[in-house]
């Protein structure tokens, strides 16, 4: 990712474009898009498979889906139930990349969403991140979100931080030296804690650059998503102004109800792009949200951004 300063910020004239809603009650909602410059890269952006193309049972299956609505990249998320193999031939039928997976989050029966700040299962958090790697090799995917994981039930956030955090800490390290011998990035995301999950460790992006900065290691960055960091901090130009140099992935979605972001919400979208493109953002944008209706039907947002740069679709 380009961690250079940022360029000056450019005004330049809008143009307006309407989308019509997918809800059929017969309404349109107006969404802006500037006009594209010339210099400005265009953003590239991946479809999560966890969220979208949920029209599709398998894995394999989204994965051509994806490809067939235009996208060139994709987010795995859990791909562990089906065969490394498998997803990677999928793949290179459909000539899509695949940009992201997450370690496995341990025992989600017992409420696991990650291990690594949980003190006592380090030996766990090695296992899931050596089964990450394996599959990130095979599907040659760069990037691995590793998971932080929850408070234990009942706990004080206060009175199990700082413990946390050294567990944190030393797995990222033991992480960070495996990862860089197997050139693969470890991305550190943090999770709203006001309305997606209560009990998650990692919850802001402040957090995480100050663990990032502990731990010292360059093959490792922040995965900043932005409805996360709406809900938690806002802020958003400055946020993404101050951990431009750490970023190693970004994900999208509208607020609060974590939709397409030309649906209705606190978050616009036009000038969010607008802004990355003019720091010259050259990572992937993950599409982590849950379409209203129909996958494809919810992409005009897409379809359009792709046409504002003169692209036919996101592998152009």
Same mark, same amino acid.
């Given at each position: 990712?380009?961690?250079?300063?940022?360029?000056?910020?450019?005004?330049?004239?809008? %143009?307006? &474009?309407?989308?019509? @809603? $997918?809800?059929? /009650?017969?309404?349109?909602?107006? *969404?802006?898009?500037?006009?594209?410059?010339?210099?400005?890269?265009?953003?590239?952006?991946?479809?999560?498979?966890?969220?979208?193309? %949920?029209?599709?049972?398998? &894995?394999?299956?989204?994965?051509?889906?994806?490809?067939?609505?235009?996208?060139?990249?994709?987010?795995?998320?859990?791909?562990?139930?089906?065969?490394? $193999?498998? !997803?990677?031939?999928?793949?290179?039928?459909?000539?899509?990349?695949?940009?992201?997976?997450?370690?496995? $989050?341990?025992?989600?029966?017992?409420?696991?969403?990650?291990?690594?700040?949980?003190?006592?299962?380090?030996?766990?958090?090695?296992?899931?991140?050596?089964?990450?790697? %394996?599959?990130?090799?095979? !599907? %040659?995917?760069?990037?691995?979100?590793?998971?932080?994981?929850? !408070?234990?039930?009942?706990?004080?956030?206060?009175?199990?931080?700082?413990?946390?955090?050294?567990?944190?800490?030393?797995?990222?390290?033991?992480?960070?030296?495996? /990862?860089?011998?197997?050139?693969?990035?470890?991305? /550190?995301?943090?999770?709203?804690?006001?309305?997606?999950?209560?009990?998650?460790?990692?919850?802001?992006?402040?957090?995480?650059?100050?663990?990032?900065?502990?731990?010292? @290691?360059?093959?490792?960055? /922040?995965?900043?998503?932005? *409805?996360?960091?709406?809900?938690?901090?806002?802020? !958003?130009?400055?946020? &993404?102004?101050?951990?431009?140099?750490? &970023?190693?992935?970004?994900?999208?979605?509208?607020?609060?109800?974590?939709?397409?972001?030309?649906?209705?919400?606190?978050?616009?979208?036009?000038?969010?792009?607008?802004?990355?493109? @003019?720091?010259? =953002?050259?990572? =992937?944008?993950?599409?982590?949200?849950?379409?209203?209706?129909?996958?494809?039907?919810?992409?005009?947002?897409?379809?359009?951004?792709?046409?504002?740069?003169?692209?036919?679709?996101?592998?152009?």
């Amino acid at each position: 990712v380009a961690a250079g300063s940022m360029a000056p910020s450019t005004q330049i004239p809008e %143009q307006r &474009l309407h989308l019509e @809603s $997918p809800t059929g /009650l017969g309404c349109c909602r107006a *969404f802006s898009w500037p006009v594209a410059a010339g210099s400005m890269a265009p953003l590239r952006f991946a479809a999560n498979l966890a969220w979208m193309f %949920q029209e599709q049972p398998t &894995l394999p299956q989204r994965i051509e889906a994806a490809a067939r609505a235009g996208f060139g990249a994709a987010e795995l998320g859990f791909p562990y139930a089906c065969s490394a $193999p498998e !997803l990677r031939a999928a793949a290179e039928r459909a000539g899509l990349e695949l940009v992201l997976l997450n370690t496995p $989050p341990g025992n989600q029966e017992k409420g696991d969403r990650g291990l690594g700040a949980v003190p006592g299962r380090q030996r766990e958090f090695r296992e899931a991140l050596a089964l990450a790697i %394996q599959y990130a090799k095979t !599907l %040659q995917c760069p990037r691995i979100h590793l998971l932080a994981g929850r !408070l234990p039930v009942g706990a004080e956030r206060e009175a199990v931080s700082a413990e946390m955090e050294v567990t944190f800490i030393e797995n990222l390290r033991y992480a960070a030296d495996i /990862l860089a011998q197997q050139n693969l990035i470890g991305l /550190l995301e943090p999770i709203n804690s006001r309305i997606t999950d209560p009990r998650y460790f990692l919850t802001t992006p402040h957090q995480a650059a100050a663990i990032l900065k502990k731990v010292g @290691s360059p093959n490792l960055k /922040l995965q900043l998503d932005i *409805f996360h960091c709406q809900i938690m901090d806002g802020n !958003l130009t400055q946020n &993404l102004e101050t951990y431009f140099p750490i &970023l190693g992935h970004i994900q999208i979605a509208q607020v609060p109800a974590r939709h397409e972001p030309d649906s209705p919400g606190e978050l616009d979208f036009p000038y969010l792009f607008q802004l990355l493109e @003019s720091m010259g =953002y050259s990572g =992937y944008i993950g599409c982590e949200y849950a379409p209203r209706g129909d996958t494809v039907k919810g992409l005009d947002w897409l379809r359009l951004y792709w046409e504002r740069h003169g692209l036919r679709d996101g592998r152009s």
